[in-house]
């Protein structure tokens, strides 16, 4: 029988990735993720892995996304100021299919900001940070057990949709030590790679479900790795036929499937007035403040998005069902609460709770903003 273990939020995510099959690691230390590195550096070696601290972070992104053309599966972390460095790559790695993780354990901005504190400032850029149109799976735990877990998902949905993944939680969650009991085996996804002969190869041929196969430099393909848009060769073009089918399948074969990847978690939501919506560490906080507001009668409920994108917007919506208020709690000036305001602004009041001063919101915060919109509910009623 496995043994609990008291493990840091970031050493989870190191184990994570181990367990999902990560080989290549090659980041930039920068506070608050530096022990995932820092792990990955002492484990790596001895799991055949390799591992390299290289000179910024735009280096290490083109390093990770080299690894894993190179046919390993291959991972990166950082902070926010060295997330904004990788945009380019990110957006590179998407259009270029390349399957890799990028971990964003979020800090205070904008610039250097609170290296120490925690934020939740990077949730927007995770979805629009670099240019064009462009697919993204963002993950956001909000516990050491779950940084595991989705660290492994991470790379399965990197593995099953040849994109870059990136999983975000702030400084509290990567820093918080908890008793975990990590499992002996996880299941794996390995991508899709090409089995027919060499000979007449088209490594970006259309496929019935969008996803092409992967094959790794050396394996004998010919594969031309470009950030154009390209043809079913994989060279560039400029023929507006293909590259209008190319960018539609980009997105088609990440949202036609976001039914698989969207995940939510709800909690005493099924006969709730208010609801909470939270993430990360807040909704750590949102749950027992939902919990003592039960204990003083009031109606609460907490809604936890899993998958920040693609939105889960059909469980917000049947989450809030007759809800009243929905209070969107965010430590940045208001990010998520947009995509919230979207779904549910039709039928609920959305009212922002939102903290930038590098604390995390606290249980008594928002069980004293809960206790106020069920005095003000009742008022109404009256």
Request: negative net charge; glycine residues 10%.
């Amino acid at each position: 029988m496995t043994e609990a273990r008291l493990i840091q939020g970031n050493q989870a995510c190191a184990e994570g990735a181990l367990a999902a099959g990560c080989r290549f690691f090659a980041g930039y230390p920068i506070t608050p993720s530096s022990e995932i590195a820092e792990h990955l550096a002492r484990s790596l070696p001895g799991a055949g892995g390799t591992f390299v601290q290289m000179e910024d972070e735009i280096a290490s992104l083109g390093a990770v996304i080299g690894a894993s053309v190179g046919g390993m599966k291959a991972m990166t972390a950082t902070s926010g100021p060295g997330f904004s460095l990788m945009q380019e790559h990110i957006g590179y790695a998407a259009m270029a299919e390349v399957p890799c993780v990028v971990v964003d354990v979020m800090r205070g901005g904008p610039s250097t900001g609170l290296p120490t504190s925690p934020s939740q400032g990077d949730v927007m850029q995770a979805r629009w940070g670099t240019h064009g149109g462009h697919p993204a799976i963002v993950l956001a735990p909000a516990s050491v057990a779950e940084v595991f877990e989705l660290t492994v998902r991470a790379f399965n949905l990197a593995e099953r949709f040849h994109t870059p993944v990136t999983v975000v939680f702030d400084e509290v969650i990567g820093h918080t030590r908890e008793s975990v009991v990590l499992p002996d085996h996880v299941d794996i996804v390995d991508r899709r790679r090409p089995d027919g002969p060499v000979e007449g190869f088209l490594p970006k041929a259309a496929a019935a479900d969008d996803i092409t196969p992967l094959p790794a430099f050396g394996d004998g393909y010919r594969y031309h790795l470009t950030g154009l848009v390209y043809d079913e060769r994989g060279f560039p073009t400029t023929d507006p036929t293909q590259t209008g089918a190319l960018l539609e399948r980009l997105h088609r074969k990440v949202d036609a499937y976001s039914p698989e990847i969207e995940d939510a978690e709800t909690f005493m939501t099924e006969d709730a007035d208010v609801i909470v919506f939270a993430y990360g560490i807040v909704a750590r906080a949102a749950r027992e403040a939902v919990r003592l507001a039960r204990e003083e009668g009031v109606r609460a409920g907490l809604f936890r998005p899993v998958t920040l994108w693609p939105f889960p917007a059909k469980a917000l919506e049947a989450a809030v069902g007759a809800a009243r208020t929905v209070i969107a709690a965010e430590m940045n000036h208001g990010q998520m609460i947009h995509e919230v305001e979207r779904v549910a602004a039709s039928t609920a009041e959305i009212v922002p709770h939102l903290r930038v001063d590098g604390e995390p919101i606290s249980p008594a915060e928002l069980l004293a903003k809960l206790r106020e919109r069920a005095a003000a509910q009742t008022g109404g009623r009256g």
